[in-house]
C-alpha cells in the first residue's frame, strides 16, 4: 500500500466521535428534564406561598420554614446544575481531542509518514482498551490508558457504568437494569426494543419460583399487561407459569424456569447499549484483525508447498488457525510472490522461469549467479 485513502478511515471511526456526541445528548436531555421539574415545583410552592400571604393565611413561622426548605430546594439544585456542567465539559472535551487526533490525518498521504504512524500506534491502544472494556478488565484498560495518556480516546466511563448492570444481573437483580430503562425509554422505543418486558417477565418469573402467586399475579396485570398487543403469547405463558412447578419438565414452562435466561438478559442488555451508544456489536480488535487476515488470505496459505514466510497467515499454528473459517481475499489482479524470497514480482523483479516450470524472483537469481561465481572461484585456487 503506496496510498492511504483518509476519508476512508474516517469514515470507519465514526463511532469513535458518536460515542462521546451521544453520551453528552443524553446528559444533556436528563439535564434539562430533571431542571424544568425542578422550577416548575419552585414556582408553584412560591406562587401558593404569595397566594397564602395575600389571604394573611400564611403565618411567619411557616413562612420561614417554607422559605428554609426553598431554599434547600435551590441549593441542591444549583449543585446539580454544577455537576451536570462539569460531566458535560468532559464530554465536549473528549469530542473535541477525538476531533483534534482524527484531524492529525487528514493531509496524510503516506503510510510511512511519522503523522501516520503515530496516529497508527494510538488507534492500536485504544483499540485493545476497548477489547479489555468488553472482556470485564476494566482495571487493565484504566491502567493502560493512563500508561499511554489516552484516557479522553476511550469509553472507560461507559463501560464502567454498564459493568454495574451486568453484575446486577448476574446477581438476579433486574432493579439497576429497569434504571436504566428507565433512562433510555425513548430510545428503546424507537429501536423496538424488549429489553423492559423481558426484564418484568423474569420478575414474575421469580415471583412465582418464589410461590408468590398472588403478588405475581398483580405485578403482571401492572408491568405485563401493557405490552400485550406485542408480547400476548409470552404473557400467556407467564400466566400459565401459575400452574407449574419449578422442577417441572414440561416447556415452555421449564425454559422459563431455567436460570440461563439471567445470561440472556445481559447479552441482550449489551446488545442494546452497544446499539445506543453507537459502539460495534463485536470488539474493534477482532474485527481489525478478522478484516486484516481475510485481506490477506488466498487458497495457499494452507498449501504447505506454496506457503509464504512473510504472510501470518500461512503460519498455521497461530494466524492460520484464526483466519481458518475467515473468507479468502478478493484480488481484481494477481500478485506474484518470490516462494524463496518472499518479495512481490513486479516489473523491478521480473520472474525468471526454470525448465522444469518453477518460477523464482529476478533478485534471487542474481544472489544465486553471484554465489555460483564465488564457488568456482574457490574452486580455481
Known amino acids: 500500500m503506496n496510498t492511504i485513502k483518509t476519508d476512508q478511515i474516517i469514515e470507519l471511526e465514526q463511532p469513535f466521535i458518536k460515542v462521546p456526541y451521544e453520551q453528552l445528548k443524553?446528559?444533556?436531555?436528563?439535564?434539562?428534564?430533571?431542571?424544568?421539574?425542578?422550577?416548575t415545583d419552585l414556582n408553584d410552592k412560591i406562587e401558593s406561598c404569595i397566594s397564602a400571604s395575600e389571604r394573611n393565611e400564611l403565618p411567619l413561622d411557616k413562612a420561614t420554614t417554607?422559605?428554609?426548605?426553598?431554599?434547600?430546594?435551590?441549593e441542591k439544585l444549583n449543585k446539580r446544575i454544577r455537576n451536570n456542567q462539569q460531566e458535560e465539559a468532559q464530554h465536549i472535551r473528549r469530542i473535541r481531542a477525538r476531533l483534534e487526533n482524527l484531524g492529525t490525518i487528514t493531509d496524510v498521504?503516506?503510510?510511512?509518514?511519522?503523522?501516520?504512524?503515530?496516529?497508527?500506534?494510538?488507534?492500536?491502544n485504544r483499540v485493545i482498551v476497548d477489547y479489555l472494556l468488553r472482556e470485564g478488565l476494566t482495571e487493565t484498560a484504566k491502567r493502560m490508558a493512563e500508561e499511554n495518556g489516552i484516557q479522553d480516546m476511550v469509553d472507560i466511563q461507559l463501560f464502567a457504568q454498564s459493568e454495574k448492570v451486568e453484575e446486577?444481573?448476574?446477581?438476579?437483580?433486574c432493579k439497576e437494569c429497569l434504571q436504566w430503562c428507565a433512562e433510555n425509554k425513548s430510545s428503546l422505543?424507537?429501536?423496538?426494543s424488549t429489553l423492559e418486558f423481558n426484564l418484568r417477565l423474569q420478575e414474575h418469573i421469580e415471583l412465582v419460583r418464589s410461590g408468590k402467586g398472588l403478588e405475581a399475579v398483580a405485578y403482571a396485570k401492572k408491568y405485563l399487561v401493557p405490552w400485550q398487543a406485542t408480547e400476548?403469547?409470552?404473557?400467556?405463558?407467564?400466566?400459565?407459569?401459575?400452574?407449574?412447578?419449578?422442577d417441572t419438565m414440561c416447556e415452555p414452562f421449564k425454559s422459563l424456569y431455567d436460570p440461563r435466561r439471567w445470561q440472556e438478559?445481559?447479552?441482550?442488555?449489551?446488545?442494546?447499549?452497544?446499539?445506543?451508544s453507537s459502539l460495534t456489536s463485536h470488539p474493534l480488535l477482532s474485527i481489525t484483525l478478522q478484516a486484516g487476515l481475510s485481506a490477506l488470505k488466498t487458497t495457499q496459505c494452507y498449501q504447505h508447498e506454496n506457503q509464504n514466510v512473510n504472510c501470518p497467515v500461512c503460519d498455521e499454528n497461530t494466524f492460520g488457525q484464526l483466519a481458518?473459517?475467515?473468507?479468502?481475499?478478493?484480488?481484481?489482479?494477481?500478485?506474484?510472490?518470490?516462494?524463496?524470497?518472499?518479495?512481490i514480482m513486479n516489473e523491478d523483479n521480473p520472474p525468471m522461469l526454470l525448465p522444469n516450470g518453477r518460477v523464482y524472483s529476478y533478485e534471487v537469481s542474481q544472489k544465486k549467479k553471484k554465489s555460483f561465481y564465488i564457488i568456482i572461484i574457490i574452486y580455481d585456487f
Open 26 to 39: 443524553k446528559s444533556f436531555r436528563h439535564s434539562a428534564k430533571y431542571i424544568d421539574k425542578e422550577v
Open 66 to 74: 417554607i422559605l428554609e426548605e426553598l431554599s434547600k430546594k435551590v
Open 109 to 124: 498521504t503516506s503510510p510511512k509518514s511519522p503523522e501516520f504512524q503515530r496516529w497508527t500506534q494510538l488507534r492500536l
Open 168 to 173: 446486577a444481573l448476574q446477581r438476579h437483580s
Open 189 to 192: 422505543k424507537k429501536m423496538k
Open 232 to 246: 400476548s403469547k409470552k404473557i400467556m405463558e407467564a400466566m400459565g407459569l401459575l400452574a407449574y412447578k419449578k
Open 265 to 276: 438478559l445481559i447479552t441482550q442488555f449489551r446488545a442494546d447499549n452497544y446499539a445506543l
Open 324 to 343: 481458518e473459517k475467515l473468507p479468502l481475499s478478493h484480488h481484481v489482479n494477481s500478485t506474484v510472490v518470490c516462494r524463496i524470497s518472499g518479495r
